[in-house]
């Protein structure tokens, strides 16, 4: 009776903690729930912010940092608006000449934000924020082998 117990308070409690309904969290679907809502201006005026605090900007770099990040949200939105009525319109995946020219424009203009970033922050400012990047991509290569 004791074991049947047991068992049945264990079988309740996992149950429980594999209901995600009941959390209340951050994750990745409220975030980019929340992040839809947000305008180009907001986007820019949080990074800007972030990248303040992490690499002490002055207040010239700060504005200088917010133009360059608002003019990369504003490009991105419109982008994301085009390729959303395209996907109204058809229903296929892109093909492999899209998807090149695609990938081709991301990195030109990741190229050309590095270039502008060189030139507004300072050289040890450039350096971490060279080091803020791969951080993010290993922790995200982390978790992916990790799932497979």
Do not use: C, W
Request: charge should be positive; hydrophobic fraction near 30%.
């Amino acid at each position: 009776m004791k074991k049947l117990l047991i068992i049945a308070i264990a079988l309740v409690t996992f149950t429980g903690f594999a209901q995600r309904e009941g959390r209340k969290g951050m994750d990745k679907e409220n975030r980019s729930e929340l992040r839809k809502d947000m305008t180009p201006e907001d986007i820019a005026d949080l990074k800007s912010k972030k990248l303040t605090l992490k690499l002490d900007l002055t207040d010239k770099q700060q504005k200088e940092v917010k133009a360059l990040i608002l003019d990369q949200a504003t490009k991105r939105e419109k982008f994301r608006n085009e390729r959303k009525a395209k996907a109204e319109e058809q229903k296929e995946k892109p093909s492999k000449e899209e998807f090149v020219k695609m990938q081709n424009q991301r990195l030109d203009e990741q190229i050309e934000m590095k270039r502008k970033m060189k030139n507004i922050l300072t050289a040890e400012q450039y350096a971490k924020f060279e080091k803020m990047k791969p951080q993010k991509n290993k922790k995200g290569r982390k978790n992916h082998k990790d799932r497979k």
